[in-house]
């Protein structure tokens, strides 16, 4: 087997880190600018930037995508196993039975859990979800968090009364935040099922091979 460099190997996942990083950042100095603007419009005084990365702004605006994702992800992950699309790329076989229905053998090469078997394995052949929902559930509180203290340095600064967290619950604000990002997430996992039935990317594995059928499901 060729040998490869650790960025060969892990280019993928890099590019992508370095994308987020990136954009984590000018999203944070382009919030910060904008928050600031706001709290001079209504005569206070401004943040420095350290100051405003601990503000419900920035944990809001920040944790409103991340829950969306991880959303959207998590139900990826586990819809895939029993619903099909006939002809997409993303789907499994309508007939035919794959590798990743097969219960896990235990080999020199398996993943520890497997080799344990038990509860642990049981655990781990769940975990990809698991883990996905978790996240999804910690952004989720994380953006309420933030959306909810932002709120209330706007009522403070309006001289308006503090809310409490369940009565912001039954705001509109929070709830339009989450369902105007669940619903991009859930469009865009639908554009890719179905663009796979008929459009093709040379290369990628992501889209089926160029020359197969419409109508072939899985890559």
């Known amino acids: 087997m060729k040998k490869h460099g650790f960025l060969y190997r892990n280019s993928l996942s890099l590019v992508f880190l370095t994308l987020f990083l990136l954009t984590l950042v000018a999203q944070a ?3 910060w600018k904008e928050h600031n603007q706001e709290l001079q419009d209504e005569h206070a005084l401004a943040l420095n ?3 405003y990365l601990s503000t419900g702004h920035f944990i809001s605006s920040t944790f409103e995508n991340f829950q969306s994702e991880f959303l959207q992800m998590a ?13 997409s790329a993303e789907s499994k076989s309508l007939d035919e039975s ?13 993943p520890g859990p497997v080799k ?3 509860w642990l394995l049981k655990l ?5 979800s698991i883990a996905f929902i978790g996240l999804f559930l910690i952004s989720w509180g994380l953006h309420l ?14 001289g308006k009364a503090f809310q409490s967290l369940f009565a912001y619950l039954g705001e509109p604000n929070f709830w339009f935040e989450t369902f105007q990002n669940w619903q991009s997430e859930f469009l865009s996992v639908l554009s890719i099922v179905v663009l796979t039935i008929f459009l093709r990317q040379k290369g990628s594995p ?8 419409h109508m072939e499901t899985g890559k």
């Open 98 to 110: 794959e590798d990743v229905d097969r219960e896990p053998i235990a080999s020199a090469d398996a």
């Open 29 to 31: 100095l382009t919030g």
């Open 124 to 128: 781990y052949s769940y975990s990809l």
């Open 75 to 87: 139900l990826y992950v586990i819809l895939t196993v029993g619903l099909r699309q006939q002809g």
């Open 206 to 213: 992501e889209s089926k091979p160029v020359d197969a059928p």
């Open 49 to 51: 930037f350290m100051a």
């Open 145 to 158: 968090y933030g959306s909810w203290v932002d709120h209330n340095d706007k009522q403070q600064l309006q």
């Open 116 to 118: 344990k078997g038990g």
